[in-house]
């Protein structure tokens, strides 16, 4: 008996999806929704371009319910898009602290790289990421993937990604 009960659990403990947009936007959405909504600790999200609002009421939400979020966004690129990038939304709301992130320069150019992930970690544990943006574009028009997983190496490989990049950052605000 034993044994027919780990065979019913054992894949939903390795519970993954892939999502390929503009095709599986309306899942890939919904599931990066569904992970923001139930998140109870703790919402790690590094992002270059975020405009999606109902995104972004998500995360205003969880805030609201005592979740801490920490979101990366590329200095450069969000700086400059006052008027449409969610940075300046999100900055006003208790629980979130958003960090911008610069590349590091080019030597033989004077510019720097940009910090170019799209990813999202919860609780610690369960993570989506892919290259798709937090954009109404990204979700509908672009060709994009977005995976999901709760594979624990995997999450605990970027929370420490994540707070090493965080140390390179500025806060905002």
Known sequence: MKRYILLFIFPLLLFANIYFLPKDSNKALNELLFLIQNSKISIKAAIYTFTHKKIAKEIKKAAKRGVKVEIIFDKRYNLTREDKSMLFYLAKYKNIEIYLLKGKPYKK?????????????????????????????????????????????TAKKFEKYFESMKSYSQKFR
């Open 109 to 153: 150019a004077q510019r720097e790289g940009i910090m170019h992930i799209k990813a999202v970690l919860s609780d610690h544990k369960k993570m989506i990421f892919g290259s798709a943006n937090w954009t109404y574009g990204a979700f509908n028009n672009n060709y994009e993937m977005l995976y999901s997983t709760k594979d624990y190496k």
